[in-house]
């Protein structure tokens, strides 16, 4: 255990918070709120807290290089968002998605270094254990012209996506009670994809659910412990090497962000919040 503590720096109250994105030219912490259909952003200097609201359900988020807009990964596809001074959003879609059944929507995603957006579906009702998720990968100059690919299927709640410091290294979670486990896979830089799957950690025996993650730049995982409270920190060996008390059940993701990119941001899910 680690004598690190965690403080609350900001009562968001969000019902399921999700998707930390620091974005340094701001020394802002961007966010969603998944029920409230809003991206959120959190100013360091000001202290200040702005939220946009969107036509549907924002999952996961990345920023688009060079501009003040973002990428989504929501309920019926992958939009292009534009927050503005307003209060408005521009909410353009770049890709819809053919989802395996209704009530499915987006849920956690990453950019990879060279900036594809993956991002997994889930059925919004997990207590029907539905393996109907898949994770997809979204490019907008594909070679082959399709912008939205399926890249995996099989799963009930994927979670947990994130990238080694050299990029070829993918890591996803299943969250679902029934499964709990985290794989890594060897992942292709140039095409994008992701082989070799194998069981990086088995969540089963420890507390919290696998939810979302990021790494650090020693190439170690952190995972938030959804349902225990706690930050779980893997070596590249997929060894626990410490755990993280953090003052809410259920942890969401994590995200490296700050001055110095060395501090933790957690965002949580409220307990009668949706996974």
């Known amino acids: ?88 959003l521009g909410f353009t879609r770049l890709a819809a998605v053919a989802h395996a059944m209704p009530g499915m929507r987006f849920n956690d995603g990453r950019c990879d270094r060279q900036g594809r957006f993956l991002a997994g579906t889930m059925l919004m009702n997990m207590a029907a254990g539905a393996r109907v998720g898949c994770v997809y990968s979204y490019q907008k100059d594909s070679d082959d012209g399709v912008q939205l690919k399926m890249l995996l299927d099989g799963f009930i709640t994927p979670n947990g996506m994130a990238f080694s410091p050299d990029g070829r290294t993918m890591y996803l979670s299943d969250s679902h009670p029934s499964v709990q486990a985290i794989w890594a896979f060897d992942y292709n830089t140039e095409n994008g994809t992701p082989s070799n799957r194998r069981v990086f950690a088995d969540m089963n025996p420890l507390p919290g659910r696998p939810d979302g993650a990021a790494v650090d730049a020693d190439g170690c995982y952190w995972i938030c412990g959804n349902d225990a409270g706690l930050i779980h920190r893997f070596t590249p060996a997929g060894k626990l090497d410490r755990s993280l008390a953090v003052p809410v059940k259920k942890p969401a993701m994590c995200a490296f962000g700050g001055a110095g990119l060395d501090t933790l941001f957690v965002t949580s899910i409220r307990p009668e919040g949706i996974d």
Do not use: H
């Open 1 to 88: 255990m680690s004598e690190a503590q965690a403080e609350l720096v900001l009562d968001a109250r969000n019902g399921t918070g999700e998707s930390p994105v620091w974005r340094a030219a701001e020394q802002s912490l961007y966010w969603v709120d998944i029920p409230a259909k809003r991206l959120c952003r959190w100013s360091v200097a000001e202290g200040a807290l702005t939220e946009w609201a969107a036509p549907e359900m924002l999952a996961c988020v990345a920023a688009l290089d060079g501009t003040q807009d973002w990428i989504a990964g929501a309920e019926s596809g992958m939009f292009r968002l534009s927050p503005r001074a307003d209060g408005q």
